[in-house]
């Protein structure tokens, strides 16, 4: 019998076999939350949608941070990635 170490995210109850990838969600939730707590507090929004948001902006904040470094149209690309897998997976 084999013993596999897990880590379970607070925040979400998400289980991680590794360490550093469990460190890293855990981070990309308090980015979303804070990015919630932002909206919440500079615009009259829905908690769900201001949720939303926040963790779509914190999930992509590798794109956004290009994006403010001179390439704009990387934006434009946040989401195509997941619906083109999902095409090409319906097709297969």
Not at 10 to 23: H, V
């Amino acid at each position: 019998m084999s013993i596999t170490p897990m880590w379970r995210v607070d925040r979400d109850g998400s289980m991680f076999t590794d360490k550093k990838a469990a460190e890293e969600h855990d981070r990309m939730l308090e980015l979303a939350a804070n990015l919630t707590t932002l909206l919440e507090n500079h615009f009259t929004i829905d908690e769900q949608l201001a949720e939303e948001i926040g963790l779509l902006l914190s999930r992509n904040k590798d794109v956004l941070s290009k994006a403010f470094k001179g390439k704009p149209d990387l934006v434009l690309k946040i989401g195509k990635d997941s619906e083109e897998k999902t095409a090409e997976s319906e097709v297969a």
